[in-house]
Structure formats: C-alpha cells, structure tokens
C-alpha cells in the first residue's frame, strides 16, 4: 500500500486500492475509515505531507511515530534557544529534550532539521547552553555540536542555495527535494562528511542509491552539484574541526568542553 | 441563472471569480456569493419558516426563538493539533519558522490508480475552481471543537471572517456522498444568517426544558462514528493566522501525553503576546 503522512498533524492516511484509512500518533492501532473528501480536513493547512510507496501498515505508523517524535524534539529545540521566552520555560524544555533525547534515533532525528541550516541570528545558544549545563547532558553534547558546526552547516547550505534552479523542474520540485533531503538526513550526512574530510564520494555514491531521492528525475545532477565545492577542500575542515570523541554522537556528552577542545 | 453583475463596471462575474474579469476590481467571496443567490435564500427561507411552525406547533415556540438567538451568538471554530498551533503562533518568528520551512513541500500525489479518490475531491462541487482557498470550521455555542481533529479548538474572531464565511447544514465530506454530488438549495446561508440555518436544520430537535448547555450539544457533537458527529460547517475563503484567531481553548486529550508541559507554556507564552488566552477545559493536566 501507500501512505500519505503529516508528522504535523501526527495523521496518516493508508491508501489500498479505493480503501483510505486514517492513523494517528496518539493510537496508532485504531485506523479509521475515511472517504476522500475528508482528507483535507483531516490534513487541514499542513505543508510537511510525504508520500510513502509501497510500504505496509507497520512501517507506517513506525515513521508516523518517528516523525512525530522529531517534530516534537525540534519544537522543544527551538523554545530553548528562544530568548523572548522566560527561563523557566526554557529550563522545561531543556528537561524535557534531554528525556525525549534518551531515546534511540531521537538525536539523529532532531539534528536532520538543525543540520540542514544555519541558525538565525534570533536563536540563543548560550542561553540554551547555560540551561543545559549541569542537568541536560545530551541536550548540552547536541549544542555544542551545534555550535562547532556552524561554519559547516552554513556551508553545506550555501552549496545548496547556489545550484542553479535549472537543475530541477520547477521550484516546487527544489522544495521537495530539499525536504526529502531534510528529512532523509543528507544534509546532516553531508556536513558530518565534509568534516571528515575523505568521504564526500562516500556520501554521494549512497545518496544516488538512496530510494526517495532516487524518485527525483534530476538526483544525479542535483547531487552532484551539491557536493562539487568540497571536492577540493577536505583537508581545511578535516584540520579546523576535530572529531568528537567515539559514543558522543548518542548523547554521552564530554565533560566540560565543546567538540573543538 | 445568470451571473450578478460587478457593482463597479456592471458587467457579469461568474460566482467562482473572486474578482471582476472585466475591471478587476475585487468581488465579493465567491462561497458568501453562492449562499446569496436569491434561489439559496428563497429555500432556506422555506425551509426556516417550515422548521418554525412545526416548533411552535409541539409546544416549542419559546425554545425556537431562544436557540435561534442563540445561534446568532455562535462562533466559528477549527480544531488543530497543538503542532500546528504552535506553527500558526510563531509564523512570524525567525527561529521557528526557518526550521519549520525545510520540511515544507507542496505534495505530489503518485499518478498511478491508487490515488485517484484523492485527486477526485468532491470539494469541487462545492467550490469550483476554488476549494484549495477554503478552510474548514464549526460553528460552536461554547467554543467547543470536534476533537477528532485536534485537541486545540481555535476560535475566530468574527470580524475577521464574517465577510468571507459562510456555513453548510452539515459535514460536507459526509453530505455530498449522501446528496450524490448534487447540493440541495437552502442548505447554505452566508454567515450572517447561519441561525437561520441552524433553526431549519436543529428545530425538529428542540424541547420546551432545552437549556444553552443543550442548544451547544445539538449544534457540535462528537459521535461514537463519524457520520454520526454533528455539526455546521463554516467555510471561510483565504488564509488564517495568530492574528484571526480570538482565543483557544484546550480540552483534555483522550490518550496519554509526554512532554508537552514546556510546549504548551511556550505557546501560552506566545499567544498572549498576542492577546490571545489559551483556555483550559476538562481537567488539570495542564501547566
């Protein structure tokens, strides 16, 4: 069957043949039947809908509940590194992301999104830093990784912005693209690559298998283009930004210092 | 029929333009126009004095002119997730909606077979050419929303809607298949007669005791299924944001929830700086 999904709305919707089913986060296993004509109230404005080919019910309410579980750590993310909010909500937040953090795939999932830009000069990160120090280790580790990879998260942006729309079909083929991008996690894998220095090939070669992004017409060239600018530049991340220790990227953080140090 | 004419150029306007072909200048919303055509008002008059006179004829005269009074107090109400809340509440932050955009895509449904329900929304017969414009609502005595749909019932404020809403007797998604496709003249009103609406659809219901508290069940009730849910739905032409909305009430979700204490003060937070409450029903889970 298929799906279509909204970790927003926390809805799925199984489409077999004319049957449409809808799914939802809090109670994955009661399905409700559902008419066509209900499908836009049940997605209302919702703009992060994906299609799922091919999959069977269990997949998709795994990745209903993963998205779910993303959002809401992204959400949690972005009060703490809000500096219009009180302290005392931040410091919540701070606890409640460390919680949400413990469990697996949830860093990865949260710095999918945070990987993929460079954060606005609004966001408060030693504010949220300071939050987290002391109670919030993982969500401190997550931070300071945040912090040290800026640079390269802003380059990896910039090496998106700049391939040219001729490439896609449309602008709304480079929206989607990007969100799958997102969401797949390639632009978390590209910035931890570049900083690696030696396997940017490595990247490219499993994102040209990858199934979703394999759907786009233009991949092969899009993702090409991506990566052209750090071919040739492996060597000054790989000395500017040193490797975290082995088991930080699960959240055991490194007492007392930033990935640089 | 033909198409009333532009009160600028007097020209005709087909009922789906939302502007004049010929001057340009804006019309009027074209779901208002529809529930203002002359044969739409003529049938629900009908159907209202109908309605009334079998009221007064069981007795329920009082209860008639009291719900209808009370219809005319309703409000429009959309109920979201506490995801899309917070969206809608910080759309015009920086942090928040810089993140929220990298997962923003306009869908692309399959070409193949399976998905052909989907692309055949029967929205069209209600809105030709314009059902992507349309947002969905209830109307509400209480601000009360169908939490099928969210557990944040979001309540407009009226003068940011009542040009461009207007109301239908029941959930369209449910009433098309029971109409087959063919919508039944008087069974829409532009929204500043939704109580007469209401009377022509609810009074068969009404009884002599029926409180307020009452009158809110009949208008907005979740049933066991979902063609057995109750409501009139508001359509309303064009977008939404914080600052449509006039307060927001949160009932008690019906499964358990983890981690939404800082979310939900967050959004408390954002809300009032807008000047919007956020508002507690159903039990003391909340921060």
Redesign the interface.
Known sequence: ??A?IS????TALL????D?ISIHA??PDKG?PR????????F????????L?GVDRAQVVRRLQQEADS??A???S??L??P???G??RG??A??LE??LGEEGRIEGLER??Y??P?????DLPGALARAAGHAPRVQNLLLHLTAFQPLIEEVRHAWIDIPDALFAST?ER??F??AL??EGHFRELVLAVRTGSTVESFLAAALLHPVLRTFQSCRSVLQAWVTPFRQRKWQWATEVAEPAAGNREGKARPGGTPKE | MSDPACSFCGHPVPLEWSLCPHCARPSLYPNVRVAEQESERDALAFRYRLAVQDAESRGCGEAVRAFEAAAGTTVAV?S??L??V??LA?SD????A??YQ?????????DDD??D??R????EVLFPGY?EKI??AALSLDGAGLPG??DFALVLKEEMIEHRASVLAGN???L??KWDYNVPTGSRAAWKERARLCVAKLAARLKPSMTEADFAALLLRSGAR?EDDEIVEVHIWGP?SSWTFERVVLSR???P?R?I???V??LR?KLAEAGIDLEERGGAWMP
């Open positions: 069957m298929d279509l970790a927003r709305t926390g489409v077999e043949g004319a449409l809090g109670a409700i008419y066509a004509e209900e499908v836009p109230r049940l209302g404005e919702a703009l992060d809908l994906q299609v080919r959002a809401e992204l959400q949690l972005l009060i590194l809000d219009k909010l009180s005392e909500i919540e937040a606890e409640e919680s949400a999104v945070l993929a830009h954060l606005p000069s609004t966001a709304a929206r989607r990007q969100a997102v969401r | 959309l979201r997730s995801a899309e917070e969206r910080n932050r920086q942090l928040y810089t993140y990298l997962l923003e895509a306009e869908v692309k449904l399959p399976a998905w329900p989907l055949r929304l029967a929205d059902k947002r969905f749909y969210g369209s998604a449910l098309l298949r979902r939404l979700p019906a499964g929830r981690l204490r800082a979310r003060k967050a937070a």
